[in-house]
């Protein structure tokens, strides 16, 4: 079992930036593929970005490449999310995403494991 807890959401204004983090639970965090994903109201639950076992690989959507940056700590057993130049359609529910498999599921329910979310709001 993995358990994980998100934390730095908020709210921040258009241009500005914020990092999430994601703490993990167990011994076996770097055995596990990582992710964030986001959520927007009447919206599916859709892929942002992920990073392999030993953080030597990114991959990430579209719309926030360039933007967005992956990065994980093993020791810490935290993955984390930098977002700049935060435009208002990024506004949505972001989750953490852990699973076995790289690179990530496609679909959302095939990920193994899935942390709470954590608001973030971009105001224009």
């Known amino acids: ?28 965090f770097s055995s596990y593929v990582m992710g964030w994903f986001r959520q927007a109201p009447g919206k599916e639950r859709e892929f942002v970005a992920g990073i392999s076992w030993s953080g030597g690989g990114q991959y990430y959507a ?5 933007r967005f940056t992956i990065s994980r ?3 810490k057993n935290t993955v984390y999310l930098q977002m700049n130049s935060l ?18 599921p496609g679909r959302p329910n095939e990920i193994d494991y899935w942390g709470q979310g954590t608001q973030v709001t971009v105001s224009s």
Do not use: H, I, W
């Open 73 to 75: 700590d093993n020791a």
């Open 87 to 104: 435009k208002p359609e990024d506004t949505a529910v972001y989750y953490c995403a852990a699973d076995r498999t790289y690179p990530l």
């Open 62 to 66: 579209a719309s926030v490449k360039g």
């Open 1 to 28: 079992q993995v358990q994980l807890v998100e934390s730095g959401g908020g709210l921040v204004q258009a241009g500005g930036s914020l990092r999430l983090s994601c703490a993990a639970s167990g011994r076996t």
